[in-house]
């Protein structure tokens, strides 16, 4: 009798006054979604109706507790960097961060849809097994990890409220967050978390394993506090925890089964403050808000991940309007000022803890002989590659660790690198015996890859730079499996690369470690190895400072690596969208996590 | 006429079995190591590598490597993609409506307009839209599909904002059903131009000649001896006759409606095979990658073989030989 | 049949050979006297309208090609200029790009790279398929078979994606593009060849010089190639065009040397900024669509000559 009662006045025009009371109602927040539109029919509303009142309403959300995002990272956090947290020595030992208690009981998800553009397809939904780079921006809305970075790469709490370190530096001990459940509506509990560490520990080729590789093992005396016991202290511990390849997976889910191949992996199941919808290949992923997040916000009703390869498609659909944010290709730096003074958009040009740097052939004549190698350092006008290659958007590199870190970076006259001095370069190359003879002095072969825009541009600067002082250079634009072939084999001379150097300057040793990873240079130094192992076993900064510092002075002599510029990217978005978590969520929300975003009327 | 069929499917199955080795052999033969790219360039220990290269079955020696997959083929697995950790039949499935969508409806938009036209521009030889005509022709046929492409958006979307610039749905509005079919048609739009304004050309050149040469053939002159008007000439015999490698090329044509629009997929951001393709090979997706090339191998060679059947069927001639 | 049927149409990068009619191609005696033959074909060419525009066209391409040093402001990688200056400047009539880099002296400079690459892919791609079909044609047997086989396999593999995995993994030098178009085209060539060669052994001059004695060999490569040539020297001019655009697909893909000046090149860097910095991406594609057209242009006018029918005057 309700329903058809409901119908009835339905087909009729809705009161005007009963509409008024309906959002007043709507306004006060008194009621859930589910409900509201259910009252909205027996008022006789239709269903656009409704949901246009309620989407006019849900982005104020003007229920949730006031402050309660406010407590997050204590504001030390943004000075000093991520090792604080863990160093014993400091006062309290305790890094205290309340994440937003899910005190808001207001309508949760909201308004609007975000939608952001991806480089490419994500592999899996499981975040754990195998690295995905084009996934990790979803993952970081699907799932939470223990412990987070921020924009800043400080390190801020997630499912870790907070957590302490002890005395001794062997063990660190995290209380969980109250309330938080899975998208199934499971708790999300300690157990979880032990089941995922160990996990990640016990994969091989797990992308976190290594940087976890301190942890022996964890307990969960109850279930919201976690225990790690380490092997011995490990300073960038945390940080590693809040980067990749740590999210926390459901036990229920995945125990007793092979993780690599769960169906879960197709259809996730997290803690974050999105749940999966839908997944198109080549297409879009489809998100959209979880209702019941722990923690605030999300104020969004869907995120929509648009999947595309090209930098310029990106860019162009992001000006037209099919794009809120371009997460992913980097648009191309030639169009950013054209971005930039484009009305409705805004461009945040983030200084990224990465460096442009050309990589020797330590093997290899002429690459192998220092003199070489610095006099290519001073043949580089790195203005030019800056203000042509990267269209303004990057800086001189002066030293081989990036600035952002910076109290790892050795500002000192013994850690830099050769700057610009053509007539010296080519003073050098004659008096190391390398003279102009036929204009050439001599060849280098110069491969890189194609993924990054940005390596062609500063390689033909850096051909043109290097042919004014008579050295040939040969260009090789390879895809990136051929390039990782073609370097390990050392069948080059020269090469690009650049990459993050964060969370921690232990990840040094990837690149100029003996055998590192990224070690494509053959470069060995046993001072630099010693350097680098202290400085990841030592605790405390100014140790660790010196030490880092030691190796920088040892690059600059030896010159593996020629770093060129500082590494600038520009992320646009347009001004409707406010939250993000590189502006007003800056510190209370983790990178690529959109929990606090929301869409505006444009 | 069954036993020609017969005939002809029983070439191409050793011509396919011919390609799926030589596609192996290559693919396994390219530098560029899978393992490395799916441990992760950035930060993989050599460990880290060899598990993934163990996982993916790499590390086995080739000809066994072979062995295996031609086994899983036989038995209808086409094995499992790299780097979706799924089978490698969906994947393709997932795609290629998109692309069959885009390829199979330029096509036959281009082999009508291309016809039509071609016998307009035949009707009246030498006059200025004979002229103008070949010269539209001679300039799309010269254009490369992926810069027209490109003017295409910068003209229409960028600057006129008529159509989406890419991709193949409005997602912020997730239409569905009647209204996600125009808002498809709506994308559709600029890359079938692109398409069909590359392709008209050939069609046109083989249907003009052809009709060009149809014109002066001795039956031809004969019926007009005999008084038949030239309409129906035209109509009932000449533009008949004509339009039989026209057909031919049309048939031939759809064997490469899979791949045969990577370039425009990829300027227009669409979700098609194309993509996938150049995803995989940039990847070293083995396992896709020959599972595109073999899909490919058949639907060539079925386009092949009906395209010998249709001309079989129009022209007596061959049959009988 | 008036044509034979195996095409190869892609239509993304323009591989279609469209194979001359059969009847055309109406080899002469042996004992032709050649010289006659050349000056009534070139006649005839110029009578083809076609054929004498996409000349006129060449010759441009040409004397670009040629005297680009002359013509060019600047060196085609000269970065001191500024970047993204407009058309119509006094030093830099078509502007510069991104790096500063004038374009017009990178399209001249680019003439040579699409010329070498149309030239020398089309070159090993005919020289192959004339070999492969030949041999096929006038040989006959099992041999016909075999050959036909490989024919049809490379028609069936993707050549696309086969040359973009060689380029992309062994590098973009030059001589890999040009050497990978010319192996992955060569098949409508063959074609084309073999039903020549089976046309042409069938005539009785072949059968007099088999009883006279002379070896199969010696007619194959004195006889039979250089009579059958002629429809394979028209579908070259289709095989150069579709090599310029094939190689301007690489590069549009990143897959370009990045050592030389190409055309392609500038429309791949250029459409970052096709928005706000259209001439890069513009005069680069006008250049190709001219060049192309010059070689679709002589192909139809060589087809003129070499089609006793076409020449009949319209009714």
Redesign the interface.
Known sequence: MMHRAAILTSLQRPDPQAVATFEAVVRAGRFSRRDLIRKGILLGLSTPAIAGILASCGGSSPTSTPGSGGTTAPAAASTSPATAAVAPSSAAATTTGTSGAAASTGAKGGSG?L?VSNS??L??FNPDF??DDNGYIVHSNLYNTMVVLDDDYNIIPELAKQWKVAADGLSITFTLVSGAKWHDGQPVTAADCKYTIEQILAQ????G??NLSAIKSVDTPDDTTVVFNLSAPSAPLLGFLGWYGTFILPKHIYDGSDW??NPA??KPIGSGPFKFVSY?????I?LEANKDYWGEGPYLDKV?F????????A???F??G?VDFVNGPTP?L??VP?LQQTPGVKVDIKTYPSVYYLGCNMKKEPTSKIEVRKAISQAIDRQ?VVA??L?GFGSVATTFYTDVIAWAADKQPDAQVPQYDKAAAAAALDAAGYPAKGGSRFKLTF?YF?AS?QY??M???V??NLKAIDVDV?????????W???TQKGDYDVSLLD??QGPDPANLK?RVGT?G??NFWFYSNPDVDKALDDGAKATDQKTRQDKYYAVQRQLAKDLPIIPLAGVKIPRPYHDNVTGLYFTEAKGKTGLNRFTLTKVGKK | MGRYVGRQLLTIIPTILLSVVLNFALLHAAPGDPARIYAGFDTATNDQIAAVRHELGLDKPLPLQFALYVNQILHGNLGESFAYHRPVLPVIFERLPATLLLTITSAIIAVILGALLAAVAARRTFSKVDFGLSFASYTFYAMPSFWLGLILILVFASKLHWFPTSGMHDVRAGYTGYRNVLDVGKHLILPVLTLVLVQTPIYYRITRASVAEQQREDYITTFRATGMSEQRIFRRYALRNALLPTVTVFGLSLGYVITGSALVEIVFGWPGIGRLTLDAVFQRDYPLLLGIYLILAVTVSLAILLTDLVYAVLDPRIRLR | MPYSTRVFACADWKGVSVSVPESIALPQAAISRRSTRLRDAGRLFLESRYGVIGVALLLVVLMAALFAPLIAPSGPFDISAAKFIRPGDAAHPLGTDHLGRDVLSQIVYGARLSLAVGLVAAGISGIVGVLIGSVAGYYGGWIDLLLGRITDMFLIIPAFFLIIVVVATLGSNLLYVMVIIGLTSWPANARLMRSQALTLRERTFVQALIALGESRPRILTRHIIPNGIQPIVANSTLQIAGAILLEAGLSFLGLGDPNQSSWGRLIYEGRSYIVTAWWPSVFAGIAIVVTVMAFYLIGDGLAYVLNPRTRKVGS
């Open positions: 849809t939608v490419g397809d592999k899996t195998q690295i091989k080729g797990a992308p394993k290594d690599t191949k992996n197709q198109k290949t080549g297409d879009n489809n929509i648009r999947i595309i390869p090209d930098a310029n498609t860019t162009q659909a000006l037209n099919e191309p030639s169009q054209a030019q042509k290659a269209s491969p194609t825009p062609g541009d390689a033909q600067v051909k043109e040969d260009l090789v634009a390879l895809e990136i499996g051929a990782q072939d073609r990459g993050f990837n055998g990873g990224i």
